[in-house]
């Protein structure tokens, strides 16, 4: 059973460029996860969506960002004319269930780095 | 407002020696989920150990422990009998009824040989 994958590992974008971060949960997980970690930072929550439905953005940026989780296919992080501050790590992490009950899986992450 | 605090920026340990890293948590959700993750230096976020807030026992698994003091809102992970493979980053998470997971900003250990 393949653990949550994400593409690219690196992504290098010129600013105003847009960053495209693609993650497929493990299989059989219907809850997928954003997070971004800054340098010597901890994770911080961005959104949260099942198949076709965002569910909480409460930690997403109103603008440049947007996330999509379609019928088929991985879930996309979409990062619009990006900035030098969007540099950092972002991982996915998917779960089975709804939380607290069970814990959340992540995937290696895409370190983005914005010249 | 949902909170993790972890207090100790950095940690060191003598190999084979135990480690108490510290974690403490602030909710008013009567019902919440408490992880640890390592992080080391590739960067994945590896599961560890989860603890529940109506769980009676402390969880277990392997060499690593979770000292759960539900009055007083800690969840310390012990990892006993340290490894140099344990030098990490090691972060506390909790999750909620709200779908999000908080996480810690983190601890550094380094195990010495």
């Known amino acids: 059973n393949a653990g949550v994958m994400q593409n690219p590992r690196h992504l290098v974008r010129r600013r105003g460029q847009e960053a495209r971060l693609r993650c497929s949960p493990m299989?059989?997980?219907?809850?997928v996860y954003w997070y971004r970690q800054l340098p010597e930072e901890g994770l911080k929550f961005m959104v949260y969506?099942?198949?076709?439905?965002?569910?909480?953005e409460s930690g997403m940026p109103k603008e440049r960002f947007s996330a999509e989780f379609p019928k088929e296919g991985p879930s996309i992080l979409r990062i619009q004319q990006v900035v030098r501050g969007d540099s950092a790590a972002y991982f996915c992490?998917?779960?089975?269930?709804?939380?607290?009950?069970?814990?959340?899986?992540f995937g290696p992450g895409t370190r983005l780095t914005v010249l | 407002a949902q909170k993790i605090t972890q207090t100790q920026p950095g940690m060191f340990v003598q190999e084979k020696e135990a480690v108490t890293l510290d974690c403490t948590y602030d909710?008013?959700?009567?019902?919440?989920?408490l992880f640890w993750y390592k992080q080391p230096s590739s960067g994945e976020m590896i599961f560890l150990i989860y603890q529940g807030s109506y769980d009676q026992q402390n969880a277990t698994e392997g060499r690593y422990s979770l000292n759960f003091q539900k009055a007083r809102k800690s969840a310390n992970l012990v990892i006993s009998a340290s490894q140099l493979g344990d030098s990490a980053m090691y972060f506390c998470a909790m999750s909620n009824t709200g779908n999000q997971f908080y996480f810690g900003t983190g601890t550094s250990l380094t195990v010495i040989p």
């Open positions: 992490a998917s779960s089975p269930v709804l939380p607290p009950t069970d814990t959340q899986y």
């Open positions: 909710t008013s959700d009567p019902s919440y989920g």
């Open positions: 299989k059989g997980h219907s809850h």
């Open positions: 969506l099942q198949k076709e439905n965002i569910i909480d």
